[in-house]
Nanobody, 114 residues
Framework: VQLQASGGGLVQPGGSLTLSCAAS????????IGWYRQAPGKQRELVAT???????NYADSVKGRFTISRDNAKDTVNLQMSSLKPDDTAVYYC?????????WGQGTLVTVSS
C-alpha cells in the first residue's frame, strides 16, 4: 500500500487549503483512511478519518473548520481546511488501515503564518 499526500504549503491565518491523498489500489477496501498531523515538539494526533465502523471522525480542534471526503472513483481522500490557525501548523500524514496493518504516507507540511 502506498499513500501519496500533496497540497501542503504556506497559508495566512484565516485562509484555506486542501490536502489530497492518493492511495494505491482501491480506496474503498481500507477499514479506515484519513489524516493525522504532528506539530513540532508534539505527538502525532488524529485530524479526521473515515471508518467503516464509525463513519467520519474529527478531532475536536478541527470540527466545523475541516471537512474530510473520499473519492472512490479517483482513489483519493481529501481534507478541506478552512479558517486555519497558527496552531494548525504541522506535518500532515495520510493514514490508512487495512485489516490490522497501519500504513502512512510521507507527510506534507502545512504552515499557517502571516
Amino acid at each position: 500500500v502506498q499513500l501519496q499526500a500533496s497540497g501542503g504549503g504556506l497559508v495566512q491565518p484565516g485562509g484555506s487549503l486542501t490536502l489530497s491523498c492518493a492511495a494505491s489500489g482501491t480506496i474503498s477496501r481500507f477499514n479506515t483512511i484519513g489524516w493525522y498531523r504532528q506539530a513540532p515538539g508534539k505527538q502525532r494526533e488524529l485530524v479526521a478519518t473515515i471508518s467503516r465502523d464509525i463513519g467520519i471522525n474529527y478531532a475536536d480542534s478541527v470540527k466545523g473548520r475541516f471537512t474530510i471526503s473520499r473519492d472512490n472513483a479517483k482513489d483519493t481522500v481529501n481534507l478541506q481546511m478552512s479558517s486555519l490557525k497558527p496552531d494548525d501548523t504541522a506535518v500532515y500524514y495520510c493514514y490508512a488501515k487495512l485489516v490490522r496493518v497501519d500504513y502512512w504516507g510521507q507527510g506534507t507540511l502545512v504552515t499557517v503564518s502571516s
